[in-house]
Structures are given as structure tokens and as C-alpha cells.
């Protein structure tokens, strides 16, 4: 495997207060790069100090979008061990999106090995307040400076760490959300299925105008202005009198990790879990009928999180009185045990560093 080499900072930062942390603002004192170029393989694997890139301004991330992520976790336990959360869940989706975008995937041991002597490096950054991790952002770009339109035969992957709370700075509590028949996050033969930061770059136009109208985000929905996709950064799931439903994944949606952690709960709970189309037309009508009880997106970052609102057509729906529901919050408390490690992990979800 590519050796890899580690430089220690000489100045290590100021830990953050554990209950202002919010997302994504902290950086620890490290972080994970390594390189590939075509004919030469993998090479200057290295954990260094957290510092800015040297990029060839001509590289195809900035002009073409040559850009992927993945999002995962680190918990310390209780008991002190430190844990991930489905990391060979992550390098298989890596994988998948690297061949999308055209892009080297590193291979398996380079992945785990530059993650595990990361979060060793900063393992004091794990932060162990209540609803707090260590977010891991795995991340490969194309390299290589050129401007035909092309895919790079240079990749860097790196991988950097945030201590986090709370994705929304509601925390838990359920989210307002706008139904989007403007703009279109993905579309089928795009790239929705991977995690392409160009799905990101999609999306902001729609979100910052809900924002501005008092919703959170943003239902998005498909082509034909119907079929529901996901809700803001996350997959979405319906809690009706006889199943709970979240959409198939048909192409332009991202197979996100806590959609199918949550499904696997589900079903070991022997509750009705559906994989099928759903349109918000059915949402409006079953919010009329009384027969959604729930509706909550999952994801890493959030793990879940209750709409409490969904605005379509010019009028405000409330789904469980704008309450967190029973299964929204039963669902969160079981995957934040299993990661915590205050309750056993019959999933095989956590790997241990
Ligand atoms: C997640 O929900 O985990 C995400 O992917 C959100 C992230 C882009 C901040």
C-alpha cells in the first residue's frame, strides 16, 4: 500500500466549546491528502497540518465541476473507544460516484488507513457533548490543469474533520419546508444518484429563496413537478396509517446512509416499510384525510429531522401539529444510541478505529 507519511502541526488549535459548535465551522488540526496521476498510481499519502490546497487554477474541479464527497462519523464512546459509523458504507459510494464523475477512487486500504491515523491524530477534536460527533469529509477532486473538456487523469482525495452539533439551528426540532416547482435539484441520467458537489451548486439558488420566505428548505421534486425526491440535503420519509414510505430510488436520488440505516430499523421492527413513487399531490391529500402522521428527512449530518411544515401552492400544511412525532424521535434516539454505544449494535453500523 502507499506509505503513508505524518507531519504533526506545531501549533495545535484551541479546542471549540462543545455546545456552540453548530456545523461545519470548526476544523481540526489535520487532515488526510493523497495523490494519483494516470501511469503512476497513488503517491504522497500524507497526514499534515490543516492547511489551504496548491491547485493549478486551470484544474477541471473549478471549470468542470470534477468534485465528490462523502459524509460520515466518528463517536467516542462512552466507554472511550472510538468508533465509526458505516465506513465501508461510504468507500462503496466513493467508488460508485468516482466512476460517475470520472475520477480515481482510492483504493479500500489507502481510504481506511488515512481515515483511522486521522482521527488518531486528532482524537482529542472528538467531541462527546449530547448530539455531538465528529463529522468526516472525505473528499476527491480532479487535478490536473488543462481546458479541453475532458476527464483528469489527476485526482486528490483528502479527507478533513469537524466537530459538530446539530445540522439545523432548530436542533431537533421539526423544520419548516418548501415544496420547489421552480428549480430541479437532479434529473434522471444527471448526477442525483452520487454525491457530486455539483448537486449542491443546484440546489442553493432554490434554497436561499425559501430561506428568505421562512422555510428551512426545499421538498424537491421531480421533472414533472410531482414525484418527491428529497428534502434540502436529505432523504425523505412519510409516516401514514399503513405504511411509511420513501421514495424508490429511481436514478436522481442520492442513496443516502441513514435512509438505509433507517429502513434496515424499520424492518427488523417488523413496521411497514415501503420503497415506492410518492407525489406531493398524495402528501396534500393524505395531510387532508389525517392519514400522515409523520413526515422526517434523514441524513449524517441531521440523522433525522421532523418537517413540521410543508408549504405548497401558495398554502402552509401541518403534519403533526408541527410536533416531533413518535417515530421521528423513536428512529433518532435508536441510531444515536447505537452510535454513542449506550445501546448494543445488532446492525453491525459501527467499526471501531
Ligand atoms: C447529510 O445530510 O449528511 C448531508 O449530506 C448534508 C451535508 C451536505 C452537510
Redesign the pocket.
Known amino acids: 500500500m502507499t506509505k503513508i507519511n505524518t507531519t504533526l502541526t506545531k501549533n495545535p488549535k484551541n479546542l471549540p466549546p462543545s455546545d456552540k459548535l453548530g ?2 465551522q470548526y476544523f481540526t488540526d489535520h487532515m488526510f491528502v493523497a495523490k494519483y496521476r494516470e501511469g503512476q498510481g497513488w503517491y504522497d499519502a500524507e497526514i499534515l497540518p490543516y492547511s489551504p490546497l496548491a491547485l493549478d487554477p486551470a484544474a477541471s474541479v473549478f471549470h468542470y465541476g470534477q468534485a465528490l464527497f462523502e ?1 460520515m462519523k466518528a463517536f467516542r464512546q462512552d466507554s472511550g473507544e472510538i468508533v465509526f459509523f458505516r465506513p465501508e458504507f461510504n468507500y462503496d459510494r466513493l467508488c460508485e460516484g468516482a466512476a460517475r464523475l470520472c475520477l480515481e477512487a482510492p483504493p479500500k486500504e489507502l481510504f481506511m488507513e488515512g481515515l483511522k491515523k486521522l482521527v488518531e491524530a486528532d482524537e482529542r477534536w472528538i467531541p462527546n457533548g449530547p448530539n455531538t460527533s465528529l463529522y468526516i469529509r472525505p473528499t476527491l477532486i480532479g487535478s490536473e490543469g488543462f481546458l479541453g473538456v475532458r476527464p483528469s487523469h489527476e485526482t486528490i482525495f483528502f479527507i478533513i474533520l469537524s466537530p459538530v452539533g446539530s ?1 439545523y439551528a432548530e436542533g431537533a426540532k421539526p423544520v419548516r419546508i418548501w415544496a420547489e416547482e421552480t428549480y430541479l435539484r437532479a434529473a434522471p441520467g444527471g448526477l442525483g444518484a452520487v ?1 457530486a458537489g455539483a448537486n ?1 451548486a443546484s440546489s442553493l439558488k432554490a434554497a436561499l429563496a425559501a430561506r428568505q420566505k421562512g422555510y428551512a428548505q426545499v421538498l424537491w421534486l421531480d421533472v414533472e413537478h410531482q414525484g418527491i425526491e428529497e428534502v434540502g ?2 432523504n425523505v420519509f412519510f409516516v401514514m396509517d399503513k405504511e411509511i414510505v420513501t421514495p424508490a430510488l429511481n436514478g436522481s436520488i442520492l442513496a ?1 446512509g ?1 435512509r438505509g440505516s433507517v429502513i434496515q430499523y424499520l424492518k427488523s421492527k417488523n413496521l411497514p416499510i415501503v420503497e415506492r413513487k410518492i407525489t406531493i399531490t398524495e402528501v396534500i391529500e393524505k395531510i387532508k384525510s389525517g392519514e400522515l402522521k409523520e413526515a422526517f428527512g434523514t ?4 440523522v433525522v429531522s421532523p418537517i413540521g411544515v410543508i408549504h405548497y401552492q401558495g398554502k402552509d400544511w401541518d403534519i403533526n401539529k408541527g410536533e416531533t412525532g413518535p417515530l421521528s424521535t423513536q428512529i433518532f434516539t435508536e441510531i444515536t444510541s447505537i452510535q454513542r454505544g449506550t445501546k448494543a449494535d445488532p446492525f453491525n453500523w459501527i467499526t471501531k478505529l
Do not use: C, I, R
Not at 441524513?299 to 441531521?302: E, R, S
Open positions: 456545523f461545519g459524509g445540522y454525491k449542491y440535503t436529505m443516502g441513514t441524513g449524517t449530518a441531521a
